[in-house]
């Protein structure tokens, strides 16, 4: 027998057996998250036609997808198939009036171009295929998707400049855009990220009418992203949460002026391009940006003083450019280590050599803030959350800092967990959840 037995096929027909009287076309979720799978995906699934959640996340996954999925997507609302070991094209034959809510790449290694029949998925408000090898321009035809909020394509091969959209306001809800580390090419795409209606709302800003992306069900829209320089799976995303990140690509030219106008921007990475010209005064309008990155490029001219009013702003890298003269003093510049400067020969004044003019007496607060508003960026977080999180996935890919559950110290506070969750464990009708089964299967035994 073929040693990389697909373990999914046999699950699947194990269930099949069961003795109970379970109608297996009335299977609408079907959970197997974080496992150990491996082997490819059975074009049998396709045969699940009432499927509405198909999540595999997190597995050892290989092959192709299926073909015959873009045929289930009438009733499919979200396929997870991130971070597994997939290869071949993403389907292409996504149906028109399909109900797909959620499709989630990220983390293989899928090739050839984004399937044009996405624009078949007028419900979709997260894509999410980056860090794949997938190789194609920009795909503005997306802009008309009218729920599209999520717009992850970063570390692919895609190339070209970024015209301009044909619509007035493209990408109408979009709050999430990370087309970093590709090559893209030529001038910023102003005229499209200054129509970005949904980074534009104040109402965004009004923290009491947050909510989290989603339709309510057990499924979490989660979405990895790099934030205040540390790479962060988000759990449950808030609907107020915006960022655009351009990073490792190959723009040049100067940053617009309108950039100021996404007034509830939270996230701006400019990092690793060929920008030039003078930071725009306008960013000082981006009142609620917490994490700015404008470092490894060719800005020159003074900081603007302006970016002293932005009272949230927790992380500002602007090493490696061409900046000069004094850095402005006051406001969050107080907290700011000289990491946030290096790299650029005029600069002077603290946290750098003084500028050899008066002294100024302003001394550096501490630096905790940082990490409390990391904490308050990650949507929601309470131990609450963390509970519910451990229990229906892994809430932390924090791969940096709160290391208990990697570690599975302290113990204690784990089992608890475990315990907590294997009990709270509901099933819908059609519904399987065996998420993290291996964890399950370990505790069993060791309770026997
Ligand atoms: C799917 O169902 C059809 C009939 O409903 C059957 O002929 C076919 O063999 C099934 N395919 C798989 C792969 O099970
Ligand atoms: C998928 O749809 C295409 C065209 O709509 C059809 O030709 C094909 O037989 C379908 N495949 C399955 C497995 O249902
Ligand atoms: C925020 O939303 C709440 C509830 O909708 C409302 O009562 C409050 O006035 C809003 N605050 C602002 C500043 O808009
Ligand atoms: C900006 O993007 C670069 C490259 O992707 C990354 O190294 C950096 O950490 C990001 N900056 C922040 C503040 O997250
Ligand atoms: C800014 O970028 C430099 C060089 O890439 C890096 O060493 C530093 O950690 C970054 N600082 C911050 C605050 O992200
Ligand atoms: C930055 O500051 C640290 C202390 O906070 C100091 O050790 C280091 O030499 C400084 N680096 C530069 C380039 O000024
Ligand atoms: C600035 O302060 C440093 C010590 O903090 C001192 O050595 C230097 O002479 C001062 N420069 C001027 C111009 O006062």
């Not at 699947?12 to 076309?25: A, I, M, T």
């Not at 197997?32 to 699934?45: A, K």
């Not at 959620?102 to 894509?127: A, D, F, H, Q, R």
Request: hydrophobic letters at 35%; glycine letters at 8%.
């Amino acid at each position: 027998m073929d040693q990389h037995l697909s373990f999914l096929c046999l699950f699947l027909s194990l269930f099949l057996q069961f003795p109970f009287n379970f109608s297996w076309n009335s299977l609408t979720f079907l959970d197997l998250g974080s496992n150990l799978l491996e082997g490819s995906l059975p074009s049998s699934l396709c045969n699940l036609s009432n499927l509405e959640y198909l999540l595999l996340s997190g597995n050892s996954m290989t092959g192709p997808i299926p073909h015959c999925f873009s045929n289930i997507s009438s009733q499919l609302k979200v396929l997870d198939l991130r971070k597994n070991g997939f290869h071949g094209k993403i389907p292409t034959n996504f149906p028109e009036g399909n109900q797909l809510r959620n499709l989630g790449l990220n983390g293989n290694k899928l090739e050839g171009p984004i399937p044009k029949s996405l624009k078949n998925c007028k419900k979709l408000e997260v894509l999410d295929i980056g860090h794949n090898q997938i190789s194609d321009t920009f795909p503005m035809w997306l802009e008309s998707l009218p729920e599209l909020s999520v717009l992850i394509l970063a570390s692919n091969q895609l190339h070209g400049t970024i015209g301009i959209s044909e619509t007035k306001s493209p990408f109408l809800k979009l709050r999430i855009f990370d087309i970093s580390y590709n090559h893209f090419t030529g001038s910023l795409p102003a005229e499209m990220i200054k129509n970005f209606q949904a980074m534009k709302r104040v109402d965004n800003n009004n923290q009491t009418q947050a909510k989290y992306m989603g339709d309510g069900s057990y499924y979490d829209d989660s979405v990895t992203l790099m934030m205040k320089g540390l790479e962060i799976e988000i759990k449950r995303v808030l609907t107020i949460f915006t960022t655009i990140d351009l990073s490792g690509n190959e723009f040049d030219g100067k940053i617009p002026n309108s950039i100021g106008d996404l007034n509830s921007l939270k996230v701006l990475n400019f990092s690793r391009n060929r920008l030039i010209g003078v930071i725009p005064s306008t960013f000082g309008d981006l009142s609620q940006l917490e994490s700015l990155d404008l470092s490894w490029n060719q800005l020159a001219g003074k900081i603007p003083v302006e970016l002293g009013k932005l009272n949230f702003l927790s992380a500002l890298n602007l090493s490696e450019n061409q900046l000069e003269g004094r850095i402005p003093t006051g406001g969050q510049f107080n907290t700011f280590q000289n990491i946030s400067f290096i790299g650029n020969k005029g600069l002077c004044g603290f946290p750098l050599k003084d500028c050899g003019g008066f002294n100024h007496s302003n001394s550096p607060e501490s630096w905790k803030h940082h990490h409390k508003d990391l904490l308050d960026l990650m949507s929601g977080f309470t131990w609450k959350s963390v509970l519910f999180g451990y229990c229906f996935g892994t809430i932390l890919g924090l791969s940096i800092g709160v290391v208990m559950f990697a570690t599975r110290k302290p113990k204690w506070f784990v089992s608890l967990v475990e315990d907590m969750c294997i009990r709270s464990k509901t099933t819908r009708r059609g519904s399987i959840r065996l998420h993290q089964f291996n964890t399950y299967r370990k505790k069993w035994k060791h309770d026997m």
